[in-house]
């Protein structure tokens, strides 16, 4: 019922910079916290940093002083901007959302994952 699309991942050196979205399309009626998660290769789905509707943000460690979450809530939009990028931010960088669908039904969703990779 809830879709998300990512977009924005590639290949960046140390130092870069890159910017993600992601974009929420379906039977939405609100989206409480949207949110972005990432999973290096044989490692756990870690959180990244996620954003509420009214933008009360919060941010793993490793990133926090690198990375902004925010959200267009007209656009059901979240975009996560990555500065001074460093190898160890490589993995898949997934999208969530969670909220309420038209019919009030509770919703979770995610994205398809866009790949991120920091190297030389």
């Known amino acids: 019922q809830v879709q998300l699309v990512e977009s924005g991942g590639g290949l960046v050196q140390p130092g870069g910079s890159l910017r993600l979205s992601c974009a929420a399309s379906g039977s939405i009626a609100r989206i409480n916290v949207m949110g972005w998660y990432r999973q290096a290769p044989g490692k756990q789905r870690d959180l990244v940093a996620t954003?509420?509707?009214?933008?009360?943000?919060t941010y793993a460690d490793s990133v926090k002083g690198r990375f902004t979450i925010s959200r267009d809530n007209a656009k059901n939009t979240v975009y996560l901007q990555m500065n001074s990028l460093k190898p160890e931010d490589t993995a898949v960088y997934y999208c969530?959302?969670?909220?309420?669908?038209?019919?009030?039904?509770?919703?979770?969703?995610w994205g398809q994952g866009t790949q991120v990779t920091v190297s030389s």
């Open positions: 954003i509420t509707r009214t933008s009360t943000t």
């Open positions: 969530n959302a969670a909220g309420l669908t038209r019919s009030l039904s509770t919703f979770s969703s």
